[in-house]
């Protein structure tokens, strides 16, 4: 098998063939044995990779630092707040200054959505987004199509809903790319200020915007997402701490009891997380059964270990 590409900015730039490939190293990570003897992977000359969080990151940071020490591999973790960019260093020189040092992939988390493209080209080191804007989040949509293949088999011939704060959520536009790419029909629901605009490009013929109820009841896969109030251009009219008033969003967009009672027998229920129980998602259903929240977690370190590969076209 081989499979390679320096950078990994957006999952629209990826065919279905490399998203297979990525998916295939996956799954061998994700595997028990390799999973766990994979730290003592053998390599002979060291890359050195480098983590850049420019906003906040809990699963996606980590993730890749474990991928990386799993693989062997050296992770430097770079600091914005005491890092030279407080004195003016550019994007780019901080990239050129690394690569001068010899880091050979840069894992990059900004709210700039199209830097990564301007700098990339004009870069020796692997770009990789871990979250740019509410642009795209490449690597969470691997990690979820990992998830949703184990459950069913098949990325393909599924209904997936994607439900909540769709218009602020890259994780979205990432899923929707990667779903819309595998031919799966798509549901949407929320409140109208949190969809995609009628004309906006994501807005593809296997897309049908329905009722959070009718989404829950079809779906193979319930896809929640967190509420990106900090990216909201506007406070909105919901009232976040009402239990069961006539504002409040989980009542009306959430996850309920009510509503997963009325799940498909084999459907699965999805977030990419940080959650918010009780505002997205009930708190008892966090860890149900049906819930692969946490099993997205672990592969997110599997994929990471196979996007690294692929960025220093080690296979
Ligand atoms: N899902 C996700 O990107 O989580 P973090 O913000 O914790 O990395």
Not at 86 to 103: C, S
Not at 135 to 155: K, Y
Request: charged residues 25%; proline residues 3%.
């Amino acid at each position: 098998m081989g499979f390679a590409g320096k950078d990994l900015i957006l999952l629209s730039e990826l065919g279905t063939d490399d998203i297979d490939s990525i998916l295939d190293r996956g799954q061998y990570w994700s595997e028990e044995h390799n999973f766990r003897i994979s730290n003592t992977a053998k390599v002979t000359d060291n890359p050195q990779v480098c983590n850049l969080f420019f906003e906040s990151s809990t699963r996606t940071r980590f993730s890749f630092e474990l991928a990386a020490k799993k693989l062997g591999y050296h992770i430097l973790n770079f600091e914005p707040s005491t890092s030279s960019t407080q004195k003016g260093e550019t994007m780019y020189d901080t990239l050129k200054t690394l690569e001068a040092m010899g880091v050979n992939v840069a894992i990059i988390r900004t709210k700039e959505e199209n830097i990564l493209h301007e700098v990339a080209p004009k870069l020796e080191l692997g770009i990789i987004n871990a979250g740019a804007g509410a642009n795209e989040h490449p690597t969470q949509a691997l990690l979820d199509l990992l998830t949703i293949r184990q459950n069913f088999d098949t990325v393909q011939g599924l209904k997936i809903a994607i439900i909540g704060d769709v218009r602020y959520s890259r994780v979205a536009n990432s899923n929707i790319v990667a779903h819309t790419k595998y031919g799966n029909e798509i549901l949407i629901a929320g409140p109208e200020f949190l969809l995609p605009e009628k004309n906006s490009e994501l807005m593809t013929d296997n897309i049908r915007v329905t009722s959070v109820d009718e989404a829950i009841a079809e779906a193979d896969v319930v896809m929640m997402l967190r509420v990106q109030r900090e990216r909201h251009p506007r406070k909105s009219d919901f009232d976040w701490d009402s239990k069961g008033g006539k504002n409040d969003y989980f009542q009306k967009y959430g996850l309920t009891l009510e509503r997963f009672a009325k799940m498909k027998e084999k459907s699965i229920i999805m977030h990419p997380a940080p959650f918010n129980r009780g505002i997205e998602i009930a708190d008892e259903i966090v860890e149900d059964e049906k819930s692969m929240i946490f099993r997205q977690v672990r592969n997110g370190v599997a994929v990471r270990m196979a996007i690294l590969e692929r960025a220093l076209e080690r296979i």
